[in-house]
């Protein structure tokens, strides 16, 4: 496994400036050569003014957040990350990787969740290459790698967890535990593009909806399932108002109650709480017992 190395290198500036004092000494020495018609010292500052040429394509740029990788003959030498005018071998190879954070978002995928109801899902990955030297040498196109090692992570995710859990408290569901599948999704992205030199910043899912085919039915059923909770809310609500009333009626000894008479009362009472529709009063001018 190819790791990054940090190569040292030479400051631009001043090679810049030591190449132009040799290139002003170059050329007056050729030109002193051409006068005086010597040969060999003419042979000899073309020699120079060629090297001279040759050096110059050791210059390269490095621009803030993005690094130069360096090859010699297919032979990884190092990577400059430090922003600025810099000089190397010229027979190096320069090769430009962005440091900057990336993202992009996933295709709708249709996947079946753990309860096998096909559900729509995309998400939104933010990713950053940390390793040059991995990104370029251990995977083919690091960037191409990223979007399709993401999508199988999220195919492997959504088949983990149900897409709602309205039965069962406690239970991590796609729709209502959003910030433990981010997380959970993060991870798996992250294991699979270790190997390529990336970093994964934040992994979410961005649409999520069930497949149009059952999208009415489970619309039902959560709307089913809702029912059933808020109903369920409310009788618990109702039993304890009932049995909150009682205590009081009977701390203050407002009025005795047999066994007969507080059925009756907690039946009137649920009846009242739990009912959709305004209650009718109905005056009894009887006794309960006729």
């Known amino acids: 496994m190819i790791r990054e190395i940090e190569k040292k290198v030479i400051g631009g500036v001043p090679m810049l400036v030591i190449l132009l004092i040799a290139g002003l000494i170059i050329g007056f020495g050729f030109e002193d050569s051409v006068h005086d018609q010597a040969t060999l010292r003419v042979v000899t500052w073309s020699l120079a003014m060629g090297a001279w040429f040759g050096m110059m394509p050791g210059f390269f740029v490095v621009n803030p957040n993005m690094g130069k990788v360096l090859q010699l003959f297919g032979s990884y030498r190092g990577t400059v990350r430090s922003p600025g005018l810099w ?95 981010a997380e959970k999704l993060k991870s798996e992205i992250q294991d699979r593009l270790a190997k390529a030199g990336v970093k994964v910043l934040e992994a979410r899912i961005s649409h999520l909806a069930y497949a149009q085919e059952v999208a009415s039915a489970m619309l039902r059923r959560q709307q089913a399932g809702a029912i059933i909770a808020a109903r369920r809310l409310i009788v618990d609500g109702a039993v304890g108002m009932v049995e909150q009333a009682l205590e009081q009626l009977s701390k203050r000894q407002i009025v005795q109650l047999d066994a007969e008479r507080k059925a009756a009362m907690v039946s009137n009472l649920l009846v009242v709480l739990c009912s959709d529709h305004a209650t009718q009063p109905v005056l009894n001018t009887g006794s309960l017992y006729q």
């Open 87 to 181: 000089w190397a071998n010229p027979f190096f190879t320069k090769r430009v990787v962005s440091l900057r954070v990336r993202n992009f978002e996933t295709a709708k995928l249709k996947v079946n969740d753990r309860g096998s109801n096909p559900i729509e899902i995309a998400a939104v990955v933010v990713w950053q290459v940390v390793d040059t030297a991995e990104a370029l040498f251990e995977v083919d196109n690091f960037d191409n790698y990223v979007h399709v090692q993401s999508e199988s992570a999220l195919r492997g995710l959504t088949n983990q967890y149900p897409y709602d859990a309205h039965e069962a408290e406690g239970v991590i569901s796609l729709s209502g535990s959003t910030a433990d599948v």
